[in-house]
Structures are given as structure tokens and as C-alpha cells.
């Protein structure tokens, strides 16, 4: 009887499959849909990496500060705000008339109570970019919509800190942070407030219709979960999501369909070869540029990531405002056998490899096992040094396995880079006052010119000052090449035509634990609009 | 016969706690010795990558990770006893919670894939046996020595492209359409639609045991005295197979139903993950990857919990169908 009823079922289904995608396109209506390949863990704006930049927060929060189309700092919960001349004192002017999303009013309380969260250090397991923080001295209301912080000292791109989400204090004050429900459907600033979360499935979030900035066009916002990549775009194929993010060799399945559009947006995430300087023989010089003129990296960038992207030669990419377009240096395997006989380096027993004091020039190149493009990576960098006489032998590695000591200690596949200020983590990668510092400077690169920009370049506020002062560092690592710098990728969107107001900017290293609903190309997503 | 049963069934209920402590304690262990690193799981590589080693030991102390792995298994067990499931530190919520709501999820999936599976497989095991030796039992054979040694997650991929991608007659992931029908009727149909490709997968990959169980008992049934009896009386052939044969090839059916189970729990952690189905089975996939040691051992407790009372009801059903069985 029942598998009367089942096969009744499924023949019903059967006959409504063809109706119902038709039935699907009109119902869109004001909803946009994201889907995304992993779902966050909870709603925790302040979870995310450890960028301290909270550039692209979920859109239920919002910050004093947020970051722009050009990833500069603009006003958000804040109306202006002001630096003193030491660039020790921040005192920021709030708007006025900011409801949370359940009613009551915003106030500089919940900023002086966000801050401290994370400045006192207690939750570090909930907010575990709190030590950045630290460095604030005292934050002190000094009327309902004025906010003064001191800090101790502290680079120049602690500005972009002040992105921080802010919490309401009325809600969170005395729970269990580790605990609270509220992380599960939480209650924000922002232009979009939390609706419903089916675990597994979807979250949805509509619009603020009391938001304080431009209340969004589109009615309703869904991140739908989905985590196989063609599921995704069978998806997005259907109509029933209108953005995905893709593979870039996903593209030519896409590419010229009609209803969809490719968007490829700049990242500053770069892969290149750590050279630790501590190993034989990467603590010369020559051997660095020689590698990082073997190696083909427009055949990398085509084949690996289907030309998204642009070639690497220091950790700054063209669209960068402190680029320094002079650092470019062309593939050449003559001259770089040319600086590895000017090593020393030559094959006098015939087998192909490179020697020298006896030792052949061979090293196993790790690389992180979860990351197919590292792998690919490696294999290229193998057959391309091959050619000049070096012998690499890939070997993967789970993360779990790499250690910061074999992390540092070894060639290995690295990816990095910030889009935001430039200070942001090249002097905790470049600096010798991070050597055998955790992950830091995993090439143990020291150069006391590099230390000096360093110092100068966080200190320094005038643009055009920092301009200069991070050309100049360009032009000694693409020099020294204690990273063999090989490209920057493209993120890769596929996007239903009919939605309007995108503007992709420069993106970032890796994706947080948040999947990417905070992020990628629908940062602004409150800002779009579906014809 | 009764009472013997009953006791019977008592005897195996008071084996279950003693069972579920040796799988917890093994489960725990076996956590334990997984290469992942708990922390870099939970808070993400790159974050992991740009704090001090102090501020991990803070983290790794208010996780509770910092404890030796035999005080952590005592706080687990003494709390479960007591009903407690724990607290996913990923997901900052209850461990029962969290299996609860994606329960009824797989359990769709699953009693659907089985029983679509179990139908298929006696249908075609019946057909086999009474053409055994024929083409269509060679080619059915054949067939399902491919279907059995291919990977579910192999099929499921294929299935995706066939029908969801190149034909898209089906939904390629989810349990309902993004944009949901609101109405009762097109929601259920809207649910049926989004049902039948991972169903299918289930049912396809888990189809071989069925066949090849009753492929072979049927076979053997052919061969005892009664169907000789049968066909002497003049039964018709038909017949013969169908009441005399097939009942009898029915019984040991049951057993593989309730020894089955596990394999169909591990099939739908691929199933579901594939296909987006908001499960238990993703869930597993996801809180192994992410350490979730609290999450996991609620898991394997509630499936083997599922599994050891899917076979005890079997059993008992075997006794009730079989008269000649007896427990005492």
C-alpha cells in the first residue's frame, strides 16, 4: 500500500517537473539569492579572520567606519570624525536617531561596550581578534552621540579597526557570550535585519525599512547553502539564485549564456614560493631572482586560473594605490641560468642538475594538500625549474601537519595579501623583527632598509609620503625576491544580468568562517537592484 | 513462546548501555587521535595564522580543549548520563538541538531511498532468479556488480549532471526550491520534485544487497522439497514461486533490513553533502572536518542508538514472521 502511494507520488512529480521551473522565473520578484558554498557557524560579525578590518561585515551590523568601492574609509553609524595631530586621539561624531533592528534607540554606549568586549580580552574564544585592541588606552563617552578613544600607540592602519560591528549593549550585557541565542538570530544596525535561519538550507534577511543610510532596494536577501560547485550553477542556471561564486575555469561553461554575467574582480590574494634565507641555497641572492625569472608565471595564471588575474612580482597588485609599476622583471630561464652560474651553481656530472660543493640543487617544495590550485602550482614550478637545472619534489601536506616550524623552514607554497592599507600584515611578513615570530616572515627575510620603510610607513599619515616610502619597499623585495612573488588571482562571479549596482572591488586573502555571506562581490548588496 | 520473547527483548535492551559506552569510548578515542587540529578548525587557518601563541592557549583553555582527552571523555560521560548532549562550541548551541532539527530531514531521505531501494532490488532479485541463467539475469547480474562496486558519491555526481545539469528534469540540490510555494499542494509536490534525485542515489546504491540477497535465497528455495510438492500438486509455475518460493525467500530480508542500516546512515553523509540536503548526514560530514568533538560524539551516539534498535527490532520481527524460531 504504501509503495502504491509512493510510486503514485512520484509519477505526480514526474508530470509537474517541466511546470514548475517555468512557474519559478515571475516569483522572483524582490528577492535576491546568493548562494554560497558554506554556511556561517553563527552570525558573529566579529568571528571572522583576524583582519581586524571588518571591511565587509554581515549586513544585519554595522561600524563607526565602513570601507568604500575603492576600499577607503567612509562614515557609517559615525557622522564625521576626527584625528588628532598626534594620531593618538580618535573622537567620532555619531548620526543621530539610529534605531536597533528591534526598536530602541543607538547610542554611544554600545560603542564604548563593543570595544571594551574586545579590549579587555575575556572573550577571546568568541572575538578572537581582541588582542588587537589592546592597544586602545580609554574610551570615554563624552555626550550620547560623541565617542572619544585614546590609544597607546599604534600604526596608522588602526584607522581601518574602527570598522569594528558594533553590538547592542541592551541585549548582550551579562550573558554568556559563548553561550547567547543571540548569535543565532541577532539584532543589528545594519540595512538588513535577520528574518529566518534554516540550518543547512538558508538564511534570510529583509530589508531595514528604518535603516538610517538608503534603506535597500531589494526587499528580501537570501544566502541559499549549497556546497557543490555544479549544484551551484545548476542553480544559478534555473533562475532560482541570481549570484554564485565560480572556479575561474569554471567560466567557459557559463560564459555567454544568456541571463548570466561573468564578473571577474581583482583580489589581492598572491601565490609565490617562500625561499626561507636560513636554507642552503636560498640565502643567496641570485638563486632567488634566478628562480623567480624560471618560472613561467603566464602559463600559471592561463592554465591554473584561466588568465583571472595578473602577474606577481611583489606583494602589491597594479589597481593598489602604493604600486610601483618599475618592479616588473620578464620570464627569462637564460638569465636565470646565467645568476645561478653566477652562484656557483653548475652541472659538471651531466645528469641535468645543478651543483655545487658537491650538493645538487634539489629541495622538496611542500604544499598545503587542501588547496588544488597550490598543487597545481607546485607541479608547474617543478617542470619550470627543471628546465634551469633545479630538481623540486612536490609533497603535500595537510595544515594540520605544516607547522609554523616547517612552515618557515621550508619551500613551500604560500598565498597572502591584503587590499587594505598597506601596512597591513607586510610588516609582521617582511619586517626581521618578526623572524621565528608564529607565521610571521616565514622567509626569516632581513634587510635593515625594509625594517627602516617599515617603521617609517605606519607612522607616516601623508598619503603621498606612504606612496613613496612603500614604492621603495617594493623595489627592494622585487629585487630580493625572499618570496618568489607569482601571481595575484581574480575572483570569479557568475551573476544573473537582470541585477544592477554591483561594484566589485579589490578582494582579499582566503575567506573567513562565515562562507562568504559577509562578503566577495555582494558587499554592497544592499545597493542592488533587480530589473 | 510470549514470554520467551519477551525476555529476550528485555535481555537485549539491558545490553544497550554497555554497548553505547564501549562506541562512545571508542568513538572518543578515535576523535582524539584525528590529525585535525581542533583550534585551527574552529577558528580558521588565516585568523589561527595571525595570533600569538598566548592568545591560542586562551582559546584552546575556554574550549576546553586544553584538557587531557581521558578528563574530557569523564566530563562528557557524566554529563550524558544525566541526559546532557553538550554544547557544539562551533555552533554555540545545544548538541541535541542541533541533531534534532536535522533529523527529520534524513530521516525523509533515507526511508524513502530505502524503500525505494529494498522494492527495486527484490523486484529485480525475483526477476533474476526465476530467468536464472537466462541473458537477463546475466545482464542483471553484471549490472549489479557495477552499480555495487561504484562509490555512491560517483553515482550521485553522475546523476547531478545527467538529470540536473544536461537534462534538468531535477532539482540539483536543496530540499525545496529557493523560492518556496506557499500553498500545501505545490509545496508537497515542490518537496516530491527536490525528493526523487538523491532518493534515487540512496535507492540505487544500496540497491545490490537486496538483489543479491534475494536473488540467492529465492534460488535456494527453488531447491527444497515444498516446491517440488508444489509442482507436483500442478501448481502453476507462477505460483509456485510466488507463494511457496518467494514468501519463504522473504525471511532472511528482514535481518539484512536491520543489518543494513548503518550502511544507509554512512551512504546519505555523501548523499546529503552532494546534493545540499540539510540532514544529520551533512552534518556529520561537517563537524568531523570541523573538529566538533561534542557534536560528533552526540552523532554517533544517536546513530548507533538508531542502529542497535533498528536490529532489535528486526530480530523481533524475524521471530514474530518466523514460527519456527524460537528464543529462550
Not at chain 2, 165 to 190: A, E
Request: aromatic share 10%; with cysteine.
Amino acid at each position: 500500500m504504501r509503495t502504491r502511494a509512493l510510486l503514485a507520488h512520484l509519477a505526480i512529480g514526474l508530470i509537474l517537473l517541466a511546470s514548475l521551473s517555468i512557474a519559478d522565473a515571475d516569483q522572483t520578484g524582490k528577492t535576491i539569492s546568493i548562494a554560497v558554498g558554506k554556511e556561517p557557524d553563527d552570525l558573529n560579525p566579529i568571528a571572522n579572520t583576524g583582519h581586524g578590518d571588518f571591511y565587509d561585515i554581515i549586513k544585519i551590523y554595522s561600524g563607526l567606519l565602513k570601507s568604500d568601492e575603492n576600499l577607503q574609509l567612509a562614515p557609517d553609524l559615525a557622522e564625521s570624525w576626527t584625528v588628532s595631530p598626534d594620531g593618538r586621539t580618535y573622537t567620532f561624531k555619531l548620526k543621530k536617531d539610529v534605531k536597533w533592528h528591534d526598536g530602541s534607540d543607538f547610542s554611544a554606549q554600545d560603542v564604548k561596550y563593543t570595544y571594551e568586549l574586545l579590549k579587555d580580552g575575556k572573550w577571546i574564544s568568541i572575538f578572537p581578534v581582541s588582542s588587537e585592541f589592546k592597544i586602545i588606552d580609554d574610551i570615554s563617552v563624552a555626550d550620547q552621540d560623541t565617542v572619544r578613544f585614546t590609544i597607546n600607540e599604534g600604526p596608522v592602519s588602526f584607522q581601518e579597526r574602527f570598522s569594528l560591528p558594533i553590538l547592542p549593549k541592551h541585549i548582550l550585557e551579562g550573558q554568556d557570550l559563548a553561550k547567547t541565542d543571540f548569535w543565532q538570530k541577532p539584532i543589528g544596525t545594519g540595512p538588513y535585519k535577520f528574518e529566518d535561519w534554516k540550518h543547512g538550507e538558508e538564511l534570510t534577511l529583509i530589508a531595514n525599512q528604518d535603516y538610517y543610510g538608503e534603506a535597500p532596494k531589494i526587499g528580501v536577501l537570501k544566502y541559499i547553502f549549497v556546497p557543490d560547485e555544479s549544484a551551484r550553477i545548476s542553480l544559478l542556471r534555473s533562475g532560482e539564485v541570481d549570484a554564485i561564486k565560480i572556479d575561474p575555469r569554471s567560466m567557459k561553461t557559463l560564459e555567454g549564456q544568456t541571463g548570466i554575467k561573468i564578473y571577474s574582480t581583482p583580489s589581492a590574494n598572491w601565490y609565490g614560493i617562500n625561499l626561507p634565507g636560513k636554507m642552503w641555497p636560498f640565502e643567496s641572492k641570485e638563486v632567488r631572482q634566478a628562480i623567480a625569472r624560471a618560472i613561467n608565471k603566464q602559463q600559471i595564471l592561463d592554465t591554473i586560473f584561466n588568465g583571472q588575474g595578473e602577474i606577481a612580482y611583489g606583494p602589491f597588485r597594479e589597481a593598489d594605490w602604493v604600486y610601483n609599476p618599475e618592479i616588473a622583471f620578464p620570464y627569462d630561464p637564460e638569465k636565470a641560468r646565467q645568476l645561478l652560474a653566477d652562484a656557483g651553481f653548475e652541472d659538471s656530472n651531466g645528469d641535468g642538475v645543478l651543483e655545487k660543493d658537491g650538493k645538487n640543487f634539489e629541495f622538496e617544495l611542500i604544499y598545503p594538500s587542501s588547496n588544488a590550485e597550490r598543487k597545481d602550482i607546485a607541479i608547474a614550478v617543478k617542470t619550470d625549474l627543471a628546465s634551469v637545472g633545479i630538481k623540486v619534489e612536490p609533497v603535500a601536506k595537510s595544515w594540520d601537519e605544516i607547522s609554523q616550524d616547517l612552515y618557515r623552514s621550508n619551500p613551500i607554497v604560500v598565498a597572502f595579501g591584503s587590499p587594505f592599507d598597506p601596512d597591513d600584515n607586510n610588516y609582521q611578513l617582511w619586517s626581521s623583527k618578526f623572524i621565528g615570530d608564529g607565521w610571521w616572515n616565514p622567509a626569516s627575510y632581513s634587510n635593515a632598509e625594509v625594517d627602516n620603510l617599515l617603521e617609517e610607513g605606519r607612522r607616516v599619515s601623508d598619503k603621498e609620503t606612504r606612496k613613496e616610502i612603500y614604492g621603495k619597499l617594493q623595489r627592494i623585495i622585487s629585487d630580493d625576491q625572499p618570496i618568489a612573488f607569482i601571481v595575484f588571482c581574480n575572483y570569479v562571479y557568475a551573476v544573473n544580468d537582470r541585477v544592477t549596482g554591483i561594484k566589485p572591488r579589490n578582494g582579499p586573502h582566503g575567506q573567513g568562517t562565515n562562507g562568504g555571506i559577509d562578503g566577495e562581490l555582494w558587499w554592497n548588496v544592499e545597493e542592488w537592484q533587480k530589473e | 513462546m510470549d514470554r520467551s520473547l519477551a525476555s529476550y527483548a528485555l535481555r537485549r535492551v539491558l545490553q544497550i548501555p554497555p554497548l553505547l559506552l564501549g562506541i562512545s569510548l571508542l568513538a572518543f578515542f578515535i576523535f582524539y587521535l584525528s590529525p585535525v587540529n581542533p583550534t585551527i578548525a574552529y577558528l580558521g587557518l588565516i585568523t589561527v595564522q595571525k595570533m600569538t601563541p598566548e592568545d591560542l592557549a586562551k582559546v584552546e583553555e575556554q574550549l576546553g580543549l586544553d584538557k587531557p582527552v581521558q578528563v574530557r571523555y569523564l566530563v562528557w560521560l557524566e554529563r550524558i548520563v544525566q541526559g546532557d548532549w553538550g554544547y557544539s562550541h562551533i555552533k554555540k548551541r545545544p548538541v541535541l538541538d542541533v541533531i534534532l532539527e536535522r533529523f527529520p530531514a534524513t530521516l525523509l531521505l533515507t526511508v524513502t531511498g530505502y524503500s525505494m531501494s529494498a522494492l527495486l532490488g527484490v523486484l529485480l532479485g525475483l526477476l533474476s532468479a526465476i530467468k536464472a541463467g537466462s541473458r537477463i539475469d546475466v545482464a542483471l547480474n553484471g549490472l549489479n556488480y557495477v552499480i555495487y562496486s561504484t562509490p555512491t558519491f560517483l553515482v550521485a555526481l553522475l546523476a547531478m549532471l545527467v538529470f540536473a545539469v544536461w537534462l534538468g528534469w531535477l532539482p540539483s540540490s536543496r530540499m525545496v526550491s529557493v523560492n518556496t510555494p506557499t500553498s500545501d499542494w505545490p509545496l508537497l509536490l515542490d518537496r516530491i520534485h527536490h525528493l526523487i534525485l538523491p532518493a534515487s542515489v540512496l535507492a540505487i546504491s544500496h540497491m545490490a544487497v537486496f538483489y543479491t540477497y534475494i536473488r540467492s535465497s529465492l534460488l535456494e528455495a527453488m531447491q527444497e522439497d515444498y516446491i517440488l510438492t508444489a509442482r507436483a500438486k500442478g501448481l502453476q509455475e507462477s505460483r509456485v514461486i510466488l507463494r511457496h518460493a518467494f514468501r519463504n525467500s522473504l525471511l532472511p530480508l528482514i535481518t539484512q533490513i536491520g543489518l543494513s542500516l548503518p550502511l544507509l546512515i554512512g551512504g546519505s553523509v555523501v548523499v546529503e553533502s552532494i546534493f545540499a540536503w540539510p540532514g544529520i548526514g551533512k552534518l556529520t560530514y561537517d563537524a568531523a572536518l570541523r573538529a566538533d568533538y561534542m557534536l560528533l560524539m552526540g552523532l554517533v551516539l544517536f546513530t548507533s542508538l538508531l542502529v542497535i534498535l533498528g536490529n532489535l527490532l528486526a530480530d523481533i520481527a524475524y521471530v514474530l514472521a518466523d514460527p519456527r524460531v524460537k528464543y529462550g
